[in-house]
């Protein structure tokens, strides 16, 4: 297959434990835009936290595109244009950090380039904010939160321990009900967002921008919401560091992400 769109995770993906790209992936993926393939960071994290990725592989010049917010946000990162942009519903808020409350579970959202958090001494919110480089908000109680946030957001993360979110997802999946989506995107976030924002639905939204058909699409990850896409993808791809469910949904398993697997599965079925 003349595979020409290489859709990328960044966590666990694209960057290695110490959340850079290596120099030898960085080379491969300089070289597959060079020669007309299309590259997409496809990630959970914010446009500001996706930013700095776009500009070290220079995807301004050479035409790529990135799917913030799980592809809530789709961004032409040639013209800075947004193509698609979906924000959950501001009655809605309230209801859901009232899950926060109910199931006793941190929460946050995004307010331009700040987190607005329930709690700032939460290990998972702090790492949030620290890997999209946002400020911190915070709010001084839940009640508080839900006061001030009446406005439309792209997704609340509900933090927690891994196994207990496990067992909240479906509850909380349950009483949101239609119009929304629900998923995990790392053991300790339970993410929702409107419905029909995952990777896989931004991936088919953009296609026909770009003229081609997902069969020609490459999509590499290592979470919970990598799956969609992997599914989608011609060929969906999972880092030898990724989870069992996502090695299950995927075509093929490329090396980890410390071991340059991103440059392995490219240069094997995009520049050979």
Not at 27 to 48: D, F, H, N
Not at 62 to 78: T, V
Request: hydrophobic letters at 40%.
């Amino acid at each position: 297959m003349d595979y020409q769109m290489l859709v990328l995770d960044l966590d666990g993906t694209l960057t290695n434990r110490d959340k850079i790209i290596t120099p030898g992936t960085k080379k491969v993926l300089m070289e597959a835009q060079r020669r007309g393939k299309i590259l997409v960071l496809a990630s959970g994290r914010t446009p500001y936290g996706v930013r700095p990725l776009v500009e070290e592989l220079q995807m301004e010049k050479f035409g790529g595109y990135m799917l913030p917010f799980n592809g809530g946000i789709i961004i032409d990162c040639r013209t800075g244009r947004e193509i698609f942009s979906r924000m959950l519903p501001a009655e809605s808020n309230r209801r859901i950090i009232g899950l926060a409350r109910t199931y006793g579970l941190n929460v946050l959202t995004y307010e331009g380039q700040s987190a607005v958090m329930s709690n700032p001494e939460c290990p998972h919110s702090q790492f949030e904010a620290r890997n999209n480089h946002l400020a911190v908000h915070a709010m001084d109680s839940i009640e508080a939160m839900a006061d001030y946030v009446t406005f439309p957001v792209p997704k609340f993360l509900l933090c927690g321990d891994g196994d207990y979110l496990e067992k909240v997802e479906p509850r909380v999946r349950e009483f949101m009900g239609k119009g929304f989506s629900v998923y995990r995107s790392d053991p300790f976030f339970l993410e929702v967002l409107p419905e029909g924002v995952d990777k896989a639905s931004s991936i088919e939204r953009l296609l026909p921008v770009t003229g081609l058909r997902r069969e020609q699409v490459i999509a590499c990850g290592d979470a919970y919401n990598d799956i969609s896409m992997i599914r989608y993808a011609g060929l969906g791809v999972a880092m030898e560091n990724a989870l069992p469910a996502v090695k299950e949904a995927a075509d093929y398993i490329t090396r980890s992400n410390d071991e340059d697997g991103v440059a392995w599965v490219t240069e094997k079925f995009m520049l050979l």
